[in-house]
């Protein structure tokens, strides 16, 4: 079965960091760039961050930049995200999305998220 | 950075009734990189146009996308109740970033 699933979310104060993982299973991980894309409460999407196969094409929102770090190791077919300096406008919904380069760079694939709430 | 507004921002119509949304890009986007998801409450998005007008695996043909340069719809031919979501347009950018829409809400009447 093809799936992501997150995990790491949780409640965190101001200023402090978390680290979010996603883990793949299913299909060609080490083939397929990935994405971090957020949804706060009773918001939109938000895409955050996207890494390539390689680990050599690495992209990030502004509003992300400087302070989360995108990696991947495709030996053990997971994503992960480290969050330094939160802020209250962090508090989202996370989640891992494939992209397939073969539909335009859209996302096809898409875990169930993992909540992160920064609040003191 | 190129922005996406969709409108209406709410669709109240009835099952069997014809949707259309409509995403407008504050600059010219290429077709192929202009894809469309669903979002049911508590779920994940799910991929249902790429390329503009292609439908993702799976996806029935009562959905259909079309559209260029800056304006792109999204049409329902007719609505079933499990189409009853939010709809978000997304693009892929020359800047290497991809951008939402602040979607669409298609509600039932």
């Known amino acids: 079965e093809v799936q992501l699933v ?3 979310g949780g409640l965190v104060q101001p200023g402090g960091s978390l680290r979010l993982s996603c883990a793949a299973s299913g299909f060609s991980f080490s083939s397929s760039g990935m994405n971090w894309v957020r949804q ?15 680990s ?16 991947r190791d495709n030996a053990k077919n997971s994503l992960w995200l480290q969050m330094n300096s939160l802020r209250a406008e962090d508090t989202a ?7 397939r ?4 760079y859209a996302f096809d694939i898409w875990g169930q998220g993992t909540m992160v709430t920064v609040s003191s | 950075e190129i922005v996406l507004t969709q409108s209406p921002g709410t669709l109240s119509l009835s099952p069997g009734e014809r949707a259309t949304l409509s995403c407008r890009a504050s600059q010219s986007v290429s077709s192929s990189y202009l894809a469309w ?3 049911k409450p508590g779920q994940a998005p799910r991929l249902l146009i790429y390329g503009a007008s292609s439908r993702a695996t799976g996806i029935p043909d009562r959905f259909s996308g079309s559209g260029s340069g800056t304006d792109f719809s999204l049409t329902i031919s007719r609505l079933e109740p499990e ?11 020359s800047s290497s970033t991809w951008t939402f829409g602040q979607g669409t809400k298609v509600e039932i009447k």
């Open chain 1, 56 to 71: 050599v094409n690495i992209y990030y929102a502004d509003s992300v930049k400087g302070r989360f770090t995108v990696s």
């Open chain 1, 93 to 99: 919904v996370y989640y891992c999305a494939r992209l």
């Open chain 1, 40 to 54: 706060a409460p009773g918001k939109g999407l938000e895409w955050v961050s996207y890494i390539n196969s390689g």
């Open chain 2, 83 to 93: 189409d009853f979501a939010v709809y978000y347009c997304q693009q892929y950018g």
């Open chain 1, 6 to 8: 997150e995990s790491g």
């Open chain 1, 101 to 104: 380069g073969g539909y335009g």
């Open chain 2, 37 to 39: 998801y669903q979002q």
